[in-house]
């Protein structure tokens, strides 16, 4: 099966700033690992269910109930954040200029 | 005298014969003398374990005893998170990071009395079967240190195997602990999916991620997973109802056991000689000690290799999604949000994480979502009625549980597809949930460990335990010989 | 030609649950700046989602009163997208097989009409950002700040099929939308502070049986003024292009307020491939029959019914329509007073009038807050019915009562407002009056009628309000002899 990747695209989707080469390694590698793995399109799957769950578990809830025991103190919070201002996160603007 | 074993140190420590402290002073030492050459640890936590060990002597001598575990020193792979210890996976996304909770598997180790001596080195985020795709550079094989520990547990593996902790926790996501187990000569298990809580194990592919023991003995983890499986709240996949204890039927032996032999699974061609050398021993000795045995086809499983390389990849590029640079790890600066992400992803990330990320962004994008990914999740269900046809006739499986034996460093790392080929034995119970264990039964021609696995139905572990623990004694494999001081540490350094 | 708008709603509705969607944090958000925090909730490395029982109820609620079916088996997707407030990058959300489909929400007023509902699904919020910087819009911000307290919080997703023809249908349904959501106590359902978000999808065509023309996407509606005036503007602004020969362009255009129009372009949008798939983390729901009935059983009644009934107990549409959309303490205070005895009419005309007059002099926010009951408001009505108070001097008594002074009576006594419809007493101030202006009960008896007015107004000033107009009026033009 012949595959077309865009891989600057999906570069994009999955937010890798990746070189040109880069993109055309892995772009290579990418379509050569799928080209082999695509074989299994020629299983028959007519009327098979996915399995998203190895075992058969429905209903798994918890009670409305708030846990103080997991909140997090703010300085734990915090603490990792490679940048922040007062009580906040900081990241760059979230825009672009046109 | 050295313990190797857990059972046997949780008998000294009772005994009076040793203390706590005296087992950490025995894995601080060992590690001393080898983890230069071997890689096993990314982070030792000397004072921390000397601390806990005099602790768990003060409540020994207290009377107060929290079972087999207390007072054992065991290493932990770097993507378990732990309260105020650095936590990487492996990752320079995540050099330096110290989560404020601890993994339920951690918390559980805690509470049953074991010391947390370090955390092991991995595949980043667990992606790989060599350990070489740390970003912290490579671990090498206790027996050989040319060699490769196997992956992504490698550095669990390497860490016990060489005696630098009684016993380990790794990762299983396609043969990532029993795989790098079979190389380093040593016990790795999978448990059933959804029996040890995967609350604060960084995901790799959530819906095939177990936490596992790795230890020289089948019945030291059959303990070590008795003490960290069980229902987690805070898990919704973790499995609700009770199992019997793992450990429960040890003594069981083989007499009557029906013992499936899946010799192609996963549709492996190519096993070493050796290898099934060695597995065709091990599986006339269970015949000698009373198995039937019969030869078992689970064609669906050809496709195994397929399907993982397509749900995997699909799994880990949302899991891997949170890595950003906003809120904790790895920042590069950026002029927009966009940009700062980006750049810190792709310079956080190593090859095969990235490899793998753009695997999955693409199986899982409009137009190839359903050929891919959705196929893959049929595929999946087409392997586990192969297993369910397959107990039906047998109790457990068996097979090999790698098809060579530790190979050099470097061999595999340019193509990725020869890497992925590793895991043949052992994804297919991963794709169906089930638990699987490796047991070492013996050396190939360059005295490099072989290992045999064995297969049971989802929360049979008490059975397949029964089976490995009577594999093992029928094997005689000594585990020791890398720990043995005089033996040297082999290969580059010799 | 004639154009035609064809709108369709999505409506996000944040639940008033106690904990938030996937963690036992407080799903409270006006607190401190990342306080209400856990590793789930922040996306930590390792954390997972364990689902809220309470919220899963609250959405199939929402579903059962629009009229649709839920779904037996709904699953938990991720959907795909990279945002600095969106903790792991995806959103735990729904795909194909939503908690509720195929429903319908009829929209009464100047704008009836059944409008369909697709699905009602749940969602999870994001944090909050801010930008800061530049002239403080978004385009122009140098950093933004991030505060996670809302990331997590239980949403309801609710998606309309096209069915809306105009700016103002499409007031009309978020109106009814808020109303029921408040009336099934699922959500603050305040639409200032955020817990109800409409986005609007806006296309126009050539004509009813005109293919669909290119849809555009606006957001950024915080009231339903602003969500009205952004529909009509929309409609216009791609009417015109059409009108001129251009084309729509696919997008998602802002609602600016303070200009009154809707921009594009200027926010980068990512990509829509949101690469759903399951969640691996969560296994299916298995919503069963005996649950759903369970839900069924706990739904109340209605807005439309209740609009129904106030008017089968003889209120205009209007008045029921306005008790029905007022304060829900309003609408029981009626009830209470009519069940006190009140006539309906008159207890919704105060309820809804003097009463929300009243209460906002006293700077009291709601009718719970006030000492104000259904029969204090019944005894008040029938003194006026009585012709003890006169209309005037029960607005006094209602203030009285509302501040606290007690019952009616004792406030109308405490405050010396009870009518005089003591004729003797009466009789004897319209004789002092005729002595006092001889000159215009002169024009009077000659037939200037319009001077009782004059009279009644001495006598009620004389009285200081509390003669009975009606009795003094009759007692004038019987001594004037007409
Ligand atoms: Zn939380």
């Known amino acids: 099966m012949a595959i077309e990747i865009d891989i600057s695209h999906v570069a994009r989707l999955a937010r890798l700033e990746l070189s040109d080469r880069q993109l055309d390694t892995y772009g290579r590698q990418c379509r050569e690992l799928l080209e082999h793995v695509a074989r299994i399109q020629a299983v028959d799957t007519e009327g098979v269910e996915p399995t998203s769950h190895p075992l058969p578990m429905t209903n798994r809830f918890r009670e409305d109930r708030i846990t103080p025991e997991t909140v997090l103190g703010h300085e734990e919070v915090l603490a990792q954040a490679p940048d922040t201002e007062g009580p906040f996160f900081r990241v760059p603007p979230a825009i672009e200029e046109a | 005298m050295a313990f190797t074993t857990i059972v046997g140190a949780a008998r000294a420590l009772r005994d009076g014969s040793v203390t706590s402290v005296g087992l950490a002073e025995q894995v601080l030492q060992r590690t001393s003398m080898v983890e230069a050459q071997l890689h096993a640890y990314l982070t030792l936590d000397s004072d921390g374990l000397m601390e806990a060990a005099a602790r768990a002597d003060e409540e020994l001598a207290a009377g107060s005893d929290r079972g087999p575990l207390h007072g054992i020193p065991i290493a932990v792979k770097d993507n378990m998170t732990t309260r105020h210890m650095e936590t990487t996976a492996g990752s320079r996304i995540l050099s330096g990071y110290v989560p404020p909770y601890d993994a339920t598997a951690i918390r559980r180790l805690r509470d049953a009395g074991a010391l947390i001596a370090g955390k092991t080195n991995l595949d980043e985020f667990a992606m790989g079967s060599s350990t070489e795709n740390s970003a912290f550079g490579p671990t090498r094989n206790p027996w050989n240190t040319d060699r490769v520990p196997g992956g992504s547990s490698g550095g669990s593996a390497a860490a016990v195997a060489a005696g630098m902790a009684l016993g380990g926790l790794g990762s299983d996501t396609g043969g990532s602990i029993r795989q790098p187990a079979s190389l380093c000569g040593v016990v790795g298990a999978k448990p059933t999916y959804g029996a040890v809580s995967r609350y604060g194990l960084i995901a790799f592919a959530s819906s095939l991620d177990q936490i596992g023991p790795i230890a020289h003995r089948v019945e030291d983890a059959a303990l070590l997973l008795d003490a960290i499986s069980g229902h987690d709240p805070l898990d919704s996949t973790s499995y609700p109802g009770g199992i019997e204890p793992s450990g429960a039927r040890l003594g069981g032996g083989l007499d009557g056991v029906r013992v499936g032999v899946a010799r192609r699974l996963g549709g492996a061609d190519a096993v070493e000689p050796d290898v099934e050398a060695a597995f065709d021993r091990a599986l006339a000795a269970m015949e000698g000690a009373g198995a039937v045995t019969l030869e078992v086809d689970l064609p669906s499983t050809e496709q195994g290799l397929s399907a993982y390389y397509l749900i995997a990849p699909a799994e880990c590029s949302a899991n891997l999604a949170r890595f950003d640079g906003v809120r904790y790890g790895l920042r590069v600066d950026g002029a927009t949000t966009e940009q700062m992400m980006s750049r810190s992803r792709a310079d956080g990330f190593g090859p095969e994480v990235t490899r793998r990320v753009l695997l999955g962004t693409f199986a899982l994008s409009a137009g190839y979502h359903e050929a891919f990914y959705g196929q893959a999740q049929k595929v999946r269900t087409l392997i586990r009625e192969d297993f369910a046809r397959a107990y039906r006739q047998c109790d457990v499986l068996v097979s090999p549980t790698s098809a060579t034996t530790a190979f050099p460093l470097g061999d595999r790392t340019e193509d990725p597809l020869s890497m992925y080929v590793s895991d043949v034995f052992t994804i297919p119970s991963n794709l169906a949930g089930h638990p699987a264990i490796s047991v070492p039964v013996g050396l190939d021609r360059h005295d490099l460990p072989i290992g045999f696995q064995v297969m049971a139905p989802a929360l049979e572990e008490a059975v397949m335990f029964q089976v490995a623990a009577a594999v093992e004694s029928l094997a005689g494999f000594d585990t020791t010989v890398p720990f043995d001081p005089s033996y040297g540490l082999r290969g580059g350094v010799r | ?482």
């Not at chain 3, 839920?70 to 995806?90: E, G, I």
């Not at chain 3, 008159?346 to 006293?362: D, F, I, P, Y």
């Not at chain 3, 419809?421 to 000659?446: C, H, Q, Y």
Request: aromatic letters at 6%; proline letters at 5%; glycine letters at 10%.
């Open chain 3, 1 to 482: 030609m004639t154009w035609e708008a064809v709108i369709g709603l999505e409506t996000h509705v944040e639940l008033s649950t106690a904990s938030k969607m996937f963690c036992g944090c407080p799903a409270r958000f006006d607190a401190e700046p990342n306080t209400n925090i856990c590793p789930v909730c922040l996306g930590l490395p390792g954390a997972l989602p364990v689902p809220n029982r309470e919220a899963i109820n609250r959405i199939m609620q929402i579903g059962l009163a629009l009229n649709c079916s839920v779904t037996r088996r709904p699953v938990f997707h991720r959907k795909n997208y990279f945002y600095a407030d969106l903790p792991k990058n995806y959103q735990i959300s729904q795909f194909d097989l939503p908690v509720c489909v195929d429903g319908y929400l009829e929209v009464g007023g100047d704008h009836p009409g059944r409008i369909r509902i697709e699905r009602v699904h749940q969602e999870e919020d994001t944090g909050k950002s801010t930008h800061r910087g530049g002239d403080g819009r978004i385009s122009a911000a140098e950093y933004s700040l991030l505060d996670f307290n809302r990331s997590g919080v239980p949403l309801v997703e609710i998606v309309t099929r096209p069915d809306i023809r105009s700016a103002a249908q499409a007031r009309a349904y978020a109106q009814e939308l808020r109303l029921l959501v408040e009336a099934l106590g699922v959500s603050d359902a305040r639409l200032e502070e955020g817990s109800i978000r409409f986005d609007a999808n806006v296309s126009v065509r050539a004509g009813p049986r005109a293919p669909l023309g290119t849809k555009v996407e606006i957001k950024n509606m915080n009231s339903f003024r602003s969500l009205e005036r952004a529909v009509s503007y929309e409609i216009e602004r791609q009417t015109a292009r059409l009108s001129s020969g251009q084309r729509i362009v696919m997008e998602t255009r802002h609602w600016d307020e303070e200009a009154g129009v809707t921009r594009g372009g200027r926010i980068k949008e990512g990509s829509s491939d949101y690469r759903y798939f399951p969640d691996p983390d969560l296994v299916p729901m298995e919503l069963d029959r005996d649950w759903e009935d369970g839900m069924a059983a706990l739904l109340p009644e209605l807005p439309s019914v209740r609009r129904v009934r106030y008017e089968e107990m003889g209120i205009d549409a209007a008045q029921a329509a306005n008790l029905v959309g007022a304060e829900a303490g309003l609408a029981q205070l009626f009830e209470d007073a009519v069940e006190a005895g009140a006539g309906a009419p008159q207890a919704a005309n105060w309820a809804t009038g003097e009463v929300v007059a009243s209460l906002r002099k006293a700077g009291i926010p709601s009718v719970g807050g006030s000492s104000l009951t259904g029969s204090s408001l019944a005894e008040l009505l029938g003194m006026i019915r009585q012709g003890t108070l006169s209309g005037s001097a029960a607005r006094e008594v209602l203030a009285g009562v509302i501040a606290g002074e007690g019952s009616p009576a004792e406030v109308a006594a405490g405050r010396d407002l009870l009518q005089i419809s003591d004729t003797g007493l009466l009789e004897s101030v319209v004789d002092e009056l005729i002595a006092a202006n001889p000159d215009e009960f002169a024009r009077l008896k000659d037939g200037e009628r319009k001077l009782v007015g004059f009279f009644v107004g001495q006598v009620m000033r004389n009285t200081r309000g509390k003669a009975d107009p009606k009795l003094a009026g009759t007692l004038i033009t019987e001594r004037a002899g007409l």
